[in-house]
């Protein structure tokens, strides 16, 4: 099956700095790549995410990267706030079929923390 | 995006007992899933439920322990059956299919399940 791994664990970045966080996947057939934002007691809330007939995208101060050829993806935070601090999560899925199309998997996340 | 309630948002049960959690949609939704959270941990996929069917599980995760039902498209219950204390995480239930977006997966608030 598919295995996600995502790094760093934490990030601790002043505010208006970049964060970037990395993660692999490992089946080449996965095809979509969401972020989800999670704050301390709170459900996951997707940001972005990306499709494998797209190398980049972006929303804002978000931007998300695709390598299907590395089968690597990255999240871009651009000038961080306080209000960037929780934990993210990233994802991989097969889109659309029959037998286990969209059964995401996550990888460990990161603690982002923004600091004033 | 679709409105996502669970019942209950949190329990204290003692062990070896047991309980269902509901999931509950304000809209037709195509794929309905149930994830896991333990504390400080990624999210993991227990099973997919499927719409007047037997659920699908992952590996490592059985129907005699986590009974899954889905009557229709809007409702599913897990049920967390013989619990011991290493059950004590929590439990979402996601959804995808809804308009427009029909591929996004959104969460549910959760379930906190603290057994004793």
């Known amino acids: 099956g598919e295995n996600v791994e995502q790094h760093p664990s934490t990030l601790s970045v002043q505010e208006g700095d970049s964060a970037v966080i990395k993660c692999t996947y490992s089946?080449?057939?996965?095809?979509?790549f969401p972020w989800y934002k999670q704050e301390l007691g709170k459900r996951p809330q997707l940001i972005i995410d990306?499709?494998?007939?797209?190398g980049e995208k972006k929303d804002q101060r978000i931007a998300v990267t695709l390598n299907k050829t590395a089968k690597h993806f990255s999240l871009h935070i651009t000038e961080t706030q306080p209000e960037d601090s929780a934990v993210y999560f990233c994802?991989?899925?097969?889109?659309?079929?029959?037998?286990?199309?969209?059964?995401?998997?996550f990888g460990t996340g990161t603690q982002l923390k923004v600091e004033l | 995006s679709a409105v996502i309630s669970q019942k209950p948002s949190r329990d204290i049960c003692q062990r070896g007992t047991s309980l269902t959690i509901q999931c509950q949609v304000d809209?037709?939704?195509?794929?309905m899933f149930w994830y896991r959270q333990q504390p400080g941990q990624s999210l993991t996929l227990i099973a997919t439920?499927?719409?007047?069917?037997?659920?699908?599980?992952e590996s490592g995760f059985v129907i005699d322990k986590f009974p899954i039902s889905r009557p229709n498209l809007t409702f599913s219950t897990l049920t967390v059956s013989n619990m011991s204390p290493e059950d004590s995480s929590i439990y979402l239930c996601?959804?995808?299919?809804?308009?427009?977006?029909?591929?996004?997966?959104?969460f549910g608030p959760g379930t906190r399940l603290t057994v004793l």
């Open positions: 809209s037709q939704v195509t794929m």
């Open positions: 990306i499709r494998s007939n797209v």
């Open positions: 996601s959804v995808v299919g809804t308009f427009p977006l029909t591929d996004t997966q959104y």
């Open positions: 089946d080449s057939a996965s095809n979509y």
């Open positions: 994802a991989a899925s097969k889109r659309g079929g029959t037998g286990g199309g969209n059964k995401l998997t």
């Open positions: 439920a499927n719409q007047g069917s037997e659920a699908t599980y």
